[in-house]
T-cell receptor
Framework: KAGVTQTPRYLIKTRGQQVTLSCSPI?????VSWYQQTPGQGLQFLFEYFSETQRNKGNFPGRFSGRQFSNSRSEMNVSTLELGDSALYLC????????????FGPGTRLTVT | AQSVAQPEDQVNVAEGNPLTVKCTYS??????LFWYVQYPNRGLQFLLK??????LVKGSYGFEAEFNKSQTSFHLKKPSALVSDSALYFCAVRVVAYSGAGSYQLTFGKGTKLSVIP
């Protein structure tokens, strides 16, 4: 089975711009979660989608949003980028129940200048 | 609120020696515990999990972990370390309330950098 794929892998944006990141889960997985990884804050949960519905949301400002499509693919959007948004954004998919592990993609490295 | 602590930022071990990476957790409810490994410029790879049952869990690449409810710990172990085990290791917890309601959010520790010295 193909793993979780994320596009693009690298991205450079300017403050104030917006960005959209894409994630394709493992085939058959209906849950997609997004995480932000930075050296200072570590791994922080952004949100989780299951069957096109947001089930859980972390403590991030409203500039961070996401959605999931009927084929389970997911996108996250960050508007009005700030320097502090520079991070590795990781997407993970799972079968959906709490006892299932998540499988992570390679991440999108976002740099905001 | 749930939290995970990995008390050591870095662990150094000689190749062939046993290794332990420590993890403690704090939750209100039943914990589901996970270990992940991250190699440079890569995403996280799943190693093993504890959901219920036997406290000793075996996972990928010869790793195992022991769930200790009284000490709220879930330490990762391997009997004989390899240089290729050098990476960043993350412990994570997901909480299931006593009512059975689950939280889908994974809370991660800060990570422990493991260096295996040849």
């Amino acid at each position: 089975k193909a793993g979780v794929t994320q596009t693009p892998r690298y991205l450079i944006k300017t403050r104030g711009q917006q960005v959209t990141l894409s994630c394709s889960p493992i085939s058959g997985h209906r849950s997609v979660s997004w995480y932000q990884q930075t050296p200072g804050q570590g791994l922080q949960f952004l949100f989780e989608y299951f069957s096109e519905t947001q089930r859980n949301k972390g403590n991030f400002p409203g500039r961070f949003s996401g959605r999931q499509f009927s084929n389970s693919r997911s996108e996250m959007n960050v508007s009005t980028l700030e320097l502090g948004d520079s991070a590795l954004y990781l997407c993970a998919s799972s079968l959906g129940d709490t006892f299932y592990e998540q499988y992570f993609g390679p991440g999108t490295r976002l740099t905001v200048t | 609120a749930q939290s995970v602590a990995q008390p050591e930022d870095q662990v150094n071990v000689a190749e062939g020696n046993p290794l332990t990476v420590k993890c403690t957790y704090s939750v209100s409810g039943n914990p589901y515990l996970f270990w992940y490994v991250q190699y440079p410029n890569r995403g996280l790879q799943f190693l093993l999990k504890y959901i219920t049952g036997d406290n000793l869990v075996k996972g990928s690449y010869g790793f195992e972990a022991e769930f200790n409810k009284s000490q709220t710990s879930f330490h990762l172990k391997k009997p004989s370390a390899l240089v290729s085990d050098s990476a960043l290791y993350f412990c994570a917890v997901r909480v299931v309330a006593y009512s059975g309601a689950g939280s889908y959010q994974l809370t991660f520790g800060k990570g422990t950098k493991l260096s295996v010295i040849p």
